[in-house]
């Protein structure tokens, strides 16, 4: 594919401040294998975040986007934690490997124009995915019959997150993306009282620390976003992703935060990315520039990542709008 607009991270830094470069940045966060094929021109059976760190960069470089992320989650295998003794039996990754794999990517961008961001989730969503029998419904049963393995496994997850946070924070990568999804489409999986004793604290101190290595942040949730608008501003986080229509009016959600947050998304991956055409799309997303990306502070994205129902040549109109109609 040719590249018609080079790849340049001080576009999307620019918009992670509010401010205007030469044109709206493109960002997805993840693609799976059929999109990966379509940029690599060349059969992939894994996604993005699975590809050696020079493959990776080939697809951001092919998409038109500003950064490649490295992958720094980490969550044991999914429903494996039943008992404190499995939890006692877990063993955290070594932080020296994040460090060389956030290298890996730094090494293999160079020269590209992309930004490298680092990855990571937070507590609670590494805590209901991997308690089991059955991740997430588990976890709600054990927020009332075992509360000391709740806690033990979120204080757990949060030491790891923050020790792969010392162990880059000297390198040069560009921005951070945090994800915790703590939301369904109708609001909060939990009460927000017991997101008040969980959640809060140890979410607020991971941010802080990401924070305070001086990279802007997005944050990721999916479903109904409201609950976290207040808490991020009041953090200093600088985005949020990727704003799902039906739980959330990104419109709205821009009214009333826009001048705060920097919304990264909506482009409906359930919606016109999968079932419509390309020309569709390039409406949709034209749209969303004009009536969110005034200010500087939109970024043009899926509602969630390019998953296989997205046809790539609708993914690509999405890329070519906001070439056509983003610039400033």
């Not at 044109?23 to 059969?43: C, K, M, W």
Request: overall charge negative.
């Amino acid at each position: 594919m040719q590249l018609m607009c080079a790849s340049s991270m001080g576009r999307l830094e620019a918009a992670l401040h509010h401010a205007k470069h030469d044109r709206v940045p493109n960002l997805e966060v993840s693609f799976d294998a059929r999109a990966v094929s379509h940029l690599l021109g060349r059969r992939s059976e894994i996604g993005w975040w699975q590809l050696p760190p020079e493959e990776a960069v080939a697809v951001a470089l092919a998409a038109r986007q500003d950064a490649v992320f490295c992958s720094l989650t980490w969550s044991p295998p999914l429903g494996s934690v039943r008992t404190m003794q499995d939890a006692r039996a877990l063993v955290p990754p070594d932080p020296a490997e994040g460090r060389a794999k956030m290298r890996a990517y730094l090494a293999a961008a160079a020269g590209t124009g992309l930004g490298v961001c680092a990855r990571l989730t937070c507590p609670f969503t590494a805590a209901y995915t991997s308690t089991g029998p059955i991740p997430i419904q588990s976890f709600m049963y054990m927020l009332y019959d075992r509360p000391e393995l709740v806690d033990y496994v979120m204080e757990l997850y949060l030491s790891v997150a923050l020790a792969q946070v010392e162990a880059i924070a000297d390198l040069p990568f560009r921005l951070v993306y945090l994800g915790d999804d703590i939301a369904g489409n109708d609001g909060l999986l939990v009460s927000p009282a017991t997101m008040g004793e969980i959640w809060l604290e140890r979410t607020r101190t991971l941010v802080e620390a990401l924070l305070d290595t001086g990279r802007p942040m997005i944050f990721h949730c999916c479903g109904k976003q409201e609950f976290l608008y207040p808490f991020l501003v009041k953090w200093g986080v600088h985005a949020v992703h990727p704003v799902q229509p039906g739980p959330n009016d990104i419109y709205a959600v821009h009214r009333t935060w826009g001048d705060k947050l920097t919304l990264v998304g909506n482009i409906d991956v359930n919606g016109v990315l999968s079932s419509g055409d390309p020309r569709a799309v390039a409406e949709d997303t034209r749209e969303h520039i004009e009536r969110l990306a005034g200010d500087g502070g939109y970024v043009v994205c899926s509602s969630h990542s390019i998953i296989d129902s997205v046809d790539p040549e609708n993914y690509l109109a999405m890329v070519n709008a906001t070439e056509a109609y983003g610039r400033y």
